[in-house]
Every structure is written in C-alpha cells, then in structure tokens.
C-alpha cells in the first residue's frame, strides 16, 4: 500500500516532467524524497543531521529521514515513522504504517490502507478515507476517493470535486487542472480563469506562469490569463522578480525583460539565470559569464555540463566550474580559488559547500579545507541549514544529484498501481 501512497507523487512528477503540470522545483524535489524515504524499509541507513556548525543533532540511530522543512525533517527508526526537531528530540507514530510532513501543520498518515492527514501530536485532522494524497501546499491538497479528485481545506472540506486530476496551488493562487483539450487553471470557487488549451503551465516567483501552447511554442501568462510575453519562443526561463528572462528564439539564446524587449541578443548556445549582476552563457560548449550588457566578464572558457548547468551561479561572490571533467570554484573576478577536483559539488551557502569524488561525498569550506571528510554515501542540505549526511545505500538509485528519477525501475510498476 506504500506504494500506493507514492503513485500520485511519482505521477504528478512525471506529468511535470512532460510538461502536464503546474508546480515548482521546491514541491518537485519533495515529492522525489518522499519516493526514497517511504520505498524501501528493509535498508537500515544510518542518517545524521548536523547543524550549520556541523555538531550532530540527533542522539539515536536513525534509519532514514528527509532533509529539514522549516524547523522538522521527516524519519524512519525501523519501520516506525516520524520526525525530529532542530534540538534533536524525536518523535515516532507507531499507530500509523506512514506518516509523513513537508513544511505545512498537517502530515498525510497511512493506516489499514487509507490516507488522511493528522497534526504534529498524531491527531486526526482529516479522516483515513481516501486511496492517495498530496501534501498540503498553500494550505490545501488534492486526494482521490475511487475515481474522484477533491480539492480539500486543511480542516477536511471538499472545496471542489472532478473526474479529472487537479493539482494544489503552488507559487500561485489558482487550481491547475487536466482536461481532453490540455491544461488549465481556476479558482478556488471553479471560475475558469486559463482555459485548458496549454501543454504546460507553472508558476514563478515573479507572477507570471510558464506556459506552453498546442504548437510547443512558449511563452507567459499572468494570474489572470493575460498573455505577458507572446508565444514566439522555444524556451523561456522564468526569472525572479526584476531580472533578465533567458529565452530562445530560431535555435540561440538570449534575454528578454518583463515588456518582451531584447535586451542582450540571441546568440547563446545555453544561458542561465542572473546571479549578482553576472550569467553563465555558453558558446561553442565553453561556459562563461556576462554581464546584463552583455559583456563577458569571464570568457567563456570552461566545460558545459547539461546536468549540472545551475551550478554555474554565484553566491557569496564565488561559482562553481568545470572543466576537464572536474568542478571547482572561481570569484567574479575568474581567479581559481580552489581547483577543479571533484565529480560533483553544490554552490557555497554560509561557507559552506557540498563536494563529491567518486559517489561519496563531504562538506568543504571556501578556502577548499575539507570540513567532513568525503566517505559519505548522501550529503543534503536543507534551506535552513542542517545537513542531512546518509551512510547506507538504498535498493535503489541515490539521487544526489547524480540520478535522474525515470532511471528508477520501479516506475512502470508505480504507474500502473497509480492507473489500477
């Protein structure tokens, strides 16, 4: 029934890999962990959380857990689930086969095959009644009942019922849902407000939703439907608010602002989003970085990497690279700080950065001293901070970055639970 539980998860993320469906990396990303986290019971990991300081949390074996939403993550000691604290108290459910939380007041809980949600003391606030379940987002979330999706109030209440799949609101307000001509979104009382004729929609930060139309062209709509930035594209990438929109117009890239002018010309082979005034662009496979005139700051010199292309962003004044199949650091300036040396490595957030050789992993500083040593088989970091350091591998792929989700064999058999 685990598996079941998982279906709709798996199913919204490969909708969203599609292009079916509104939702945003942050709710994609979690769905992904809660497929590792409830798959697999019989792997004992063991799993420690450390704080920005890098002092263990917990003080108890765990066996498996999520990374950090707000101030819990989500754990496994055997097969009894629950959750631990930012002080490292933990507390288990054994009432319930699964219970789970991202960051909202309510988990879905499992139990004699039914879902339902519950509180942070394990009180039903939802009854077990229903065969699957989403999260709740922005205070709501879709479950299904036989063959009907409703749209429920964290207090229980149907809000809205259809035949059809719907998706909880993300960054915006409206319901995203699936018809026999395409995707659309409404409100909360039905009111159609983007007719289902899209291929794909998503909200971003800034207001506007990513769409695309029946002629796989793309382009942007606002809350209300209004076409923001015309169908004329072959890709956009939707910025925060206030930044250059990257798009690709007759095979190049470019960028374009919120009115649609161009605003550094379509030259780019791939280009990524801004980060403290500079882009990553790459030309002939060589990566570098622009300036919004767009003037290259740092010739394009280093290797393009399509799986970690986001990579190339700057925080704190420091980006990663890569070259000859290795990542490293450089400042803004394009001076090597540390050289290129690892297989995989994350940005540097409060110091700090995640780095891999050879699928074991460790946490670095900015001046390349090795802070935990790299022997581990996970490292994740939370937005608040706390590591999540994993030693134990599963049955099935890790996704550190390193995996892609489709790779996972058990997913015809999740989608034809999720269709049976």
């Not at 076409?227 to 956009?236: A, L």
């Not at 540097?348 to 390349?368: C, L, P, Q, S, T």
């Amino acid at each position: 029934m685990k598996l079941k539980f998982l279906c709709l998860c798996l199913f919204i993320y490969s909708l969203y890999q599609s292009g079916y469906c509104q939702a945003n990396k942050f709710v994609i990303d979690e769905l992904k962990l809660s497929l590792y986290y409830l798959s697999d019971t019989s792997t004992e990991k063991d799993v420690t959380f450390l704080d920005d300081d890098l002092i263990k949390l917990n003080h108890e074996k765990i066996t498996d857990g999520t990374i950090f939403y707000k101030d819990y993550a989500n754990v496994r000691i055997g097969n009894k689930y629950g959750f631990i604290d930012k002080r490292g108290n933990v507390k288990l459910f054994p009432d319930y086969a699964a219970v789970m939380w991202t960051d909202g007041p309510l988990g879905v809980a499992l139990k004699n095959d039914k879902i339902g949600y519950v509180d942070r003391e394990g009180n039903v606030k939802v009854s077990m009644q229903y065969n699957m379940g989403t999260f709740f987002y922005n205070h709501l979330a879709v479950v299904r009942k036989d063959s009907t999706y409703s749209l429920l109030s964290e207090n229980g209440q149907s809000l809205l019922s259809s035949d059809k799949l719907i998706f909880p609101p993300g960054i915006t307000p409206l319901i995203t849902f699936l018809s026999d001509t395409g995707i659309g979104m409404m409100s909360e009382n039905k009111s159609v407000v983007i007719e289902p004729i899209y291929r794909y929609l998503i909200g971003a930060e800034n207001g506007l939703i990513k769409a695309v139309n029946r002629n796989k062209t793309y382009g942007s709509l606002d809350a209300t439907g209004n076409v923001i930035i015309p169908f004329e594209y072959e890709n956009i990438k939707i910025a925060r608010s206030g930044e250059l929109i990257p798009a690709k117009k007759n095979g190049k890239w470019g960028y374009i602002n919120i009115k649609n002018e161009m605003v550094i010309n379509f030259i780019y082979d791939e280009a990524y989003f801004f980060s403290e005034g500079l882009a990553a662009v790459v030309v002939q496979k060589k990566t570098g970085f622009i300036d919004k005139n767009g003037k290259f700051v740092i010739e394009p010199q280093y290797d393009f990497s399509f799986n970690f292309g986001s990579n190339y962003s700057f925080n704190g004044g420091i980006s990663p690279v890569f070259i000859n199949k290795k990542w490293g650091f450089i400042d803004k300036k394009g001076t090597v700080l540390i050289t290129p040396s690892y297989d995989y490595v994350t940005g540097f957030n409060k110091e700090k950065a995640i780095v891999g050789i050879n699928k074991k992993y460790g946490i670095i500083d900015k001046r390349g001293n090795t802070l935990i040593p790299l022997v581990n088989d996970k490292i994740q970091r939370s937005e608040n901070g706390i590591f999540k350091v994993v030693n134990g591998k599963d049955k099935w792929p890790e996704d550190n970055g390193m995996e892609n989700l489709e790779a996972i064999n058990l997913y015809k058999t999740l989608m034809y639970l999720y269709k049976n």
